[in-house]
Every structure is written in C-alpha cells, then in structure tokens.
C-alpha cells in the first residue's frame, strides 16, 4: 500500500496541474487509472502508451504538442531515459504512479515515483491506488473495472455489489476477480472497454471523451451514437479472440499451453488471462508475432517471474518481467524455438526438484 502521505502528496500534485498530461498502460488499469485521475480533476489529456517494454522517445511529440505542465505516468513499469531526460530538460515534473515489482530508482527530484511494491512488496492496481486517491463513490464502478481487469479484487467490492446488484455476483473459485471479470455484466462492460483500446486512434480519442463523463456503467451497454464504434469494436475483435481462443485450448498439452499467432491485433494478455482462469495449474505461454519480433504473456500459478527472467537470460536482445503471476517478454522470432525450448527444460528442473 502507499502510505496516507504519499496519497495526500499525489492529490497535491494533481491540484496543482493546470494542464497535465497522461500516459498510461494500453490496458484496463492504465486506462481506468486516468479515467479516475481525470475526472477528479476535470483537465488534462490522456495517452495511451504502445510501444513495449518502455514509454519511449517518440512521445515527445506530443508533449511538444500539448505543452503540459505536469506529466503522470501510470501502471507502466519502464520509460527511456531519454524521454526522462528531456522532460527534465523542459523543467516538468513528472509524477509516476507503478505497481510492478521493481528495484529503488535513483531518479531526478523532479520525478515523484509511487509504487507500493516498494513500500511493502504489494502489487494493488494503479487503479485502486488512483481511486484511493480521488476518494470519489461516484466512480466506484471504474475503479472495479480497473481491478478485475487486473486479476485484483478490491476490497470495496461489496460495495460495488450492493450499488449495482445486477451487474456483479458474489465471485468463487481461486480467481474470484477473472469469476467476475468472465462471468458479470461489469465484467463484459470491462471487456467491451480493453477491446475498444484497440480501435484506431481517433476512436479511442472518442472512447476517452465518453468515459470521461460517463454516469453509470450502464452507458456503456446502451445503443446509441456515443457508443455504436465501442461496441461495433467490441463485436469485431471479440469475434477474432474466441476464434483464437478455441485454437489456443486445443493447443493444451500436459502442464503447459503454448500458442503462437499473428494478426493485426495482439491479444496475447487478454488470451493469457482467460486460459489461467480456465487452466489454473497450467503454464500459459501466448506469443503473438509481428515484423521480426514475438510478443509473449505469460501465467502461472508459480512464480512465474523467476521463469521469464531466467528462460530469456541467454536469449540475446531479449527483454521481460512483470509480477509474480504475469509477466511478459519480447523475443526475436527466430529465437522463439530456443525460448520454448528453455521453458520445457525449465519446467522439466522444477518437476524433478
Ligand atoms: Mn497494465
């Protein structure tokens, strides 16, 4: 958990931005965290972040763009140090909010860096830490999206249970926030928002627009001409998951289920988190492969994070890392053999220990 004073420290920050600017994650928690921040201010922009591992250089742009006077960066683990650099260099302050295990940093003084990890080696989404922070009831059910999105169930959801009875259930099972995420209404709403993140920029501009005025998670399921291109996206890309979904449960072998695809959307984390839900002692591996490069998801009950860091290891340029239950890692393609290769015998080690 972040301490009271670091909460209050955030809430100072954000009364004190004027025009500030958000990037966050291109997932469920990046995007709920800056809906959250946003609209407890009523300012600013939001960006949502695409290039992988870090934040990169190339958004500078639109900071040239926007001119903002505060920069947040949320639920992103890694950003260029050039992009600090010249932030730093134009005199913004930066605040970052991450839950990702990580290391101390020594970071400018500029750079205002939260993570309860470091505090108590916790991992609560940026979102509940977001809604922690704006203290608003009205958007309790954004922050519940945010936190079962994010395999994370906040303990203001009965809350959330009594103000919207017919949109949750009391969850079961060993995941109880993927039980409300793939079995709810709320949890549809959640997929419907993940799915339009990957619509084209202009429509996620549009998304961003309606969620934040948005009333009631109702709205998001209501036809009309807000929500027709969120919904018509939904209908699209769910189409071409349950597709690959199907291909990737056929594709389980004894303690492991690795699967590999291409396409014009990568949709490794959103498979990786339904096969764990469904697969709970499995090993799940998702590679999705674009240009030379194959972006990979990966779930386990055990720690999986001591498993990407260690397969990657004698992988040249490869890169990875996460939490202990999710991780992800970027390979070149023609090493993906040798990194499927690394996990068998890594798994064969552990069977025998
Ligand atoms: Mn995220």
Redesign the pocket.
Known sequence: MLTEQQVEEIREHLEKAQNPLFFF??????LTSFLLLRRSIDRGKGIPIKTYPELDSTYLKRVEELNPDYIFIL??PDVSPDFLKQIIEKNLPIVWIDHHQTEEKTLDPLIHYYNPYLNDKTSE??SYISYKITNKKEDLWIATIGCIS?AYLPDFYPEFLEKYPELGKKPTGVKPSFDLLYNTEIGKIARILDFSLKDTTTNVVNMLKFMMKAKNPLEVLEENKNTEQILKKFNEVNEKYQLLLNKARASSEDNFIYFSYSGETSMSSNLANQLSFEFPDKLIVIAYLKENFANISLRWKDDVRSLTLSVIKDIPGATGGGHTNATGAKVLQEHLPKFKGNIEKYLEKEKNN
């Open positions: 994650d291109n997932d469920n928690d990046g639920d992103k989404p940026v994010d």
